[in-house]
């Protein structure tokens, strides 16, 4: 029973995905009597091989597919499969039919239970971990930028490192403000929660601010201003300290960093190295921007203006919509038809293996196969890695335990400890949550006198788990990366020409609309630009990849990163933007220019004869760009403008003129 509320009550913790309390009631009435139907279902025809076959097919596919419906109902639906197959693993003959379900449905209750208590007690928790994380992220980013002070840094490297914090801060941003902002349009408000918006809001800035944080000084500078350069980096660590550690819970009981920037900015040069300063200078600037947002932590507003919400999405509960609805998702075509599809054959294709192989503890390979299975081939291929790795070490840890006898008095308190260390890295580190995972059940089933058995059916059925999944994903659209990149590609440089219409319409007109619809365009070229990064992470993520042309994907998300740098100095320089006929035939040009690169990419969509052609101007355009890095800080608007033209056309140019 003690196994089984734990299971019941992870599974709870699946299905709880909202932040509005009202919702989560709602979720919660939903998910308690399905729970206790889907497990019932399971014990009722769990000794009828071809029934059972047959309807898990039916109800696994139903499930899956309620994500169509909301992404709350989706995580229902999944967290029910996953109820299912726990029901599967604690069957035993003889046992009333109701038994086993009641344990699951308590232990989700169990759960809830706990739950409201700590939104009594604690509320807004997870949102604060959130933040607490992406704070956390923002201070190694800076700290990202401030290797140039002490090592040697490596471009590509640097650009690597600071992109990967970049799409962490941009994913744990987004579910941050979707939470909160769910929150606001709900009717849930209070001061801890306008808090909390407030340090997003900052948080956000400061992001913005560290897309421009870049210089590496020379050795010249280095061996002329030593102390100046140590200065700076001192002026750096503390800015990143003081973001590592702040909470809205702690803002007002830390110290604020002490940092004199006009003494900073005072040093004197010798003239021969006044250009190079010049970029230490914009350091400094931006490094003062970012302190004095880090200032506005703890002063207390009393309102705070909420922006930009985003409404809730309302179901509707008519049936012929959510059948018009479910049935406009039936192709391949569709990204959730796809998912269900994998999962289900993935589900029913081990449940056959499972019965005729009679394997012992066999349904792990179907809760194996089920939270490995990801939308696409790199994403599954890398929760298959985590999963084997974080297996085999949780049964390393196994085998010492049952070599040293481990009391039977200790035994609860692993059990314990690993559930909560689960809960605490399931959505952060799924390869940690395997390990502790593995404790888990090795304490649960020890505790039952089974703890000797668990260890060879446990990576057997771990095996066959990650293989099925990673199997219909390979012969069902993959999603290979390398296919996908010139899309993602065009539809980054589309973004930027969108973002420059606009800048030139605000030009001419700095109403709020005006100026509202530039930064949506603005956030938009960000989050291209990171979808480009990281359809590099995913193709290394893929099996069987090639380094050349995963060098080639990162030459373009380095170009791409250059022009939205330069348009980030532009969108900070845009209130001191002329009217004026220079400037204009400066947009003019530079949109002219990506409009080619878009017609160009057109032309290019099969990725083989892309990285092909782009192989041919690799240090070409490395060159540029590095230039164009180091040049950023030193130039005007028009200057930013012309640099941008000229990036864009020897992108074309390589493009256009392989054989050049």
């Given at each position: 029973m003690g196994i089984a509320f734990s299971l019941g009550s992870i599974s709870c913790g699946f299905a709880d995905t909202s932040s509005v309390t009202r919702y989560r009631i709602l979720d919660f009435i939903i998910t308690i009597p399905l729970f206790f139907l889907i497990s019932l279902g399971t014990e009722a025809v769990f000794s009828h091989s071809v029934l059972f076959v047959i309807s898990l097919t039916i109800v696994s596919f139903s499930l899956f597919m309620l994500a169509v419906l909301s992404p709350r109902l989706g995580a229902i639906g999944f967290a029910s499969i996953l109820l299912a197959i726990y029901a599967m693993l604690l069957h035993m003959d003889g046992r009333p039919i109701w038994l086993v379900p009641m344990w699951l449905t308590g232990g989700a209750l169990w759960y809830i239970f706990w739950q409201a208590l700590a939104i009594y007690f604690l509320p807004n928790q997870e949102s604060k971990d959130i933040l607490s994380d992406l704070y956390q992220a923002l201070a190694k980013k800076v700290m990202a930028h401030d290797h140039g002070f002490i090592f040697t840094s490596d471009n590509n490297q640097l650009f690597i490192e600071s992109a990967q914090l970049r799409s962490q801060i941009a994913g744990l941003s987004h579910t941050l403000e979707n939470r909160v902002h769910q929150q606001f349009t709900a009717g849930e408000d209070s001061a801890k929660l306008q808090d909390i918006y407030r340090f997003l809001t900052i948080a956000e800035r400061i992001n913005e601010q560290t897309r421009l944080l870049y210089f590496t000084p020379t050795s010249k500078l280095k061996q002329a201003c030593p102390q100046w350069l140590e200065s700076i980096h001192q002026a750096n660590l503390k800015i990143s300290q003081y973001l590592a550690q702040v909470t809205v819970d702690n803002v007002n009981r830390i110290t604020t960093p002490d940092i004199d920037f006009d003494a900073?900015?005072?040093?004197?040069?010798?003239?021969?190295?006044?250009?190079?300063?010049?970029?230490?200078?914009?350091?400094?600037?931006?490094?003062?921007?970012?302190?004095?947002?880090?200032?506005?932590?703890?002063?207390?507003?009393?309102?705070?203006?909420?922006?930009?919400?985003?409404?809730?999405?309302?179901?509707?509960?008519?049936?012929?919509?959510?059948?018009?609805?479910?049935?406009?998702?039936?192709?391949?075509?569709?990204?959730?038809?796809?998912?269900a599809l994998r999962g289900t054959l993935s589900l029913a294709a081990g449940l056959i293996i499972v019965r005729a192989l009679n394997l012992e503890f066999g349904f792990w390979t179907l809760m194996t196969s089920l939270l490995v299975l990801r939308p696409n081939l790199s994403m599954t291929?890398?929760?298959?890695?985590?999963?084997?790795?974080?297996?085999?070490?949780?049964?390393?840890?196994?085998?010492?335990?049952?070599?040293?006898?481990?009391?039977?008095?200790?035994?609860?308190?692993?059990?314990?400890?690993?559930?909560?260390?689960?809960?605490?890295?399931?959505?952060?580190?799924?390869?940690?949550?395997?390990?502790?995972?593995?404790?888990?059940?090795?304490?649960?089933?020890?505790?039952?006198?089974?703890?000797?058995?668990?260890?060879?059916?446990?990576?057997?059925?771990?095996?066959?788990?990650?293989?099925?999944?990673?199997?219909?994903?390979?012969?069902?659209?993959?999603?290979?990366?390398?296919?996908?990149?010139?899309?993602?590609?065009?539809?980054?440089?589309?973004?930027?020409?969108?973002?420059?219409?606009?800048?030139?319409?605000?030009?001419?007109?700095?109403?709020?609309?005006?100026?509202?619809?530039?930064?949506?365009?603005?956030?938009?070229?960000?989050?291209?630009?990171?979808?480009?990064?990281?359809?590099?992470?995913?193709?290394?993520?893929?099996?069987?990849?090639?380094?050349?042309?995963?060098?080639?994907?990162?030459?373009?998300?380095?170009?791409?990163?250059?022009?939205?740098?330069?348009?980030?100095?532009?969108n900070e320089n845009k209130q001191s933007l002329p009217f004026d006929a220079t400037i204009s035939n400066d947009l003019d040009s530079a949109i002219a220019s990506l409009q080619e690169l878009e017609r160009t990419l057109e032309k290019s969509q099969n990725h083989t004869e892309l990285f092909k052609q782009i192989s041919k101007q690799e240090k070409l355009i490395y060159q540029s760009f590095i230039y164009i890095e180091n040049e950023i800080y030193k130039l005007d608007n028009h200057t930013l403008l012309q640099l941008l033209s000229k990036e864009v056309d020897l992108f074309v140019s390589a493009i256009q003129n392989p054989t050049a």
């Open positions: 900073l900015r005072r040093f004197s040069v010798q003239p021969a190295l006044q250009e190079e300063a010049i970029a230490a200078y914009a350091y400094i600037n931006k490094l003062d921007i970012i302190y004095l947002s880090l200032l506005q932590l703890s002063q207390q507003i009393n309102e705070v203006k909420n922006s930009g919400v985003i409404k809730p999405i309302v179901i509707s509960w008519k049936w012929n919509e959510i059948l018009a609805k479910l049935t406009s998702q039936m192709t391949l075509k569709s990204s959730y038809f796809r998912h291929w890398t929760r298959l890695l985590q999963r084997l790795t974080g297996t085999i070490c949780g049964l390393i840890v196994v085998g010492g335990l049952l070599h040293f006898q481990v009391s039977s008095d200790i035994l609860p308190f692993i059990f314990c400890i690993a559930v909560v260390l689960f809960f605490h890295t399931a959505a952060r580190h799924y390869g940690f949550a395997v390990f502790f995972v593995t404790l888990f059940v090795f304490a649960g089933f020890s505790l039952n006198g089974q703890g000797d058995n668990i260890m060879l059916p446990r990576l057997d059925n771990t095996v066959l788990g990650v293989f099925l999944p990673l199997f219909f994903v390979f012969i069902l659209t993959p999603g290979w990366k390398k296919k996908s990149f010139p899309i993602q590609l065009t539809t980054t440089v589309k973004g930027y020409m969108s973002y420059l219409d606009s800048l030139k319409t605000y030009i001419g007109d700095k109403s709020d609309n005006v100026t509202s619809e530039l930064q949506r365009h603005y956030q938009d070229c960000v989050v291209n630009d990171t979808n480009l990064f990281d359809h590099w992470m995913g193709y290394l993520g893929e099996p069987h990849r090639k380094s050349q042309t995963g060098e080639h994907i990162l030459l373009c998300s380095r170009s791409s990163n250059i022009i939205l740098r330069i348009l980030t100095q532009l």
